[in-house]
T-cell receptor, first 113, second 113 residues
């Protein structure tokens, strides 16, 4: 399968714990996006990378959130000191360029208890 | 603030019937508009993309229209199938800079046999 993959698919954690998600984009896609989606809502933009450079971050991305794409391939999204409000689906997408279609991964469902 | 509003919020139709979903946006300056289909628990999948100069785009039984003057788009589904049951999300990107997309909340479509 050459699509966007995300790991894990589901994560249950206790409030206050740290979690890290991984996204593997389609190879040769230089742009990678992170979104958050809560039930009944559309995805909300969090941040995006062009190659290894993080070019923009949403104000939704508080200090507890950090994303990296160290070699311009896979990316990680870490949430520190999780809160119940962080419970959501975290989606990753990649594209070959600025105006090209974004291909989404299956998402990581986070539940904070 | 850029906004994308979709209607109806939910829709139930019988298999074989047609339906039309609406999207109004305030994103400016406009770059492109996409319609995505999102099955429950999965990432969105692109159906169509339209730029400013395009007013109709088809993808099989899906036809999207765009009126850039009134900032409205519609997605028409012909001869609905049970597999069309999903959330349909309208996404509008702003021109210039990062082209960060704004997502609508989606229309939840249920097709009954």
């Amino acid at each position: 399968d050459t699509g966007v993959s995300q790991d894990p698919r589901h994560k249950i954690t206790k409030r206050g714990q740290n979690v890290t998600f991984r996204c593997d984009p389609i190879s040769e896609h230089n742009r990678l996006y992170w979104y958050r989606q809560t039930l009944g809502q559309g995805p909300e933009f969090l941040t995006y990378f062009q190659n290894e450079a993080q070019l923009e971050k949403s104000r939704l991305l508080s200090d507890r959130f950090s994303a990296e794409r160290p070699k311009g391939s896979f990316s990680t999204l870490e949430i520190q000191r999780t809160e119940q409000g962080d419970s959501a689906m975290y989606l990753c997408a990649s594209s070959i360029g600025l105006l090209y279609e974004q291909y989404f991964g299956p998402g990581t469902r986070l539940t904070v208890t | 603030k850029n906004q994308v509003e979709q209607s109806p919020q939910s829709l139930i139709i019988l298999e074989g019937k047609n339906c039309t979903l609406q999207c109004n946006y305030t994103v400016s300056p406009f770059s492109n508009l996409r319609w995505y289909k999102q099955d429950t628990g999965r990432g969105p999948v692109s159906l169509t993309i339209m730029t400013f100069s395009e007013n109709t785009k088809s993808n099989g039984r899906y036809t999207a229209t765009l009126d850039a003057d009134t900032k409205q788009s519609s997605l028409h589904i012909t001869a609905s199938q049970l597999s069309d049951s999903a959330s349909y999300i309208c996404v509008v990107s702003e021109k210039g800079g990062s082209y960060i997309p704004t997502f609508g909340r989606g229309t939840s479509l249920i097709v009954h046999p």
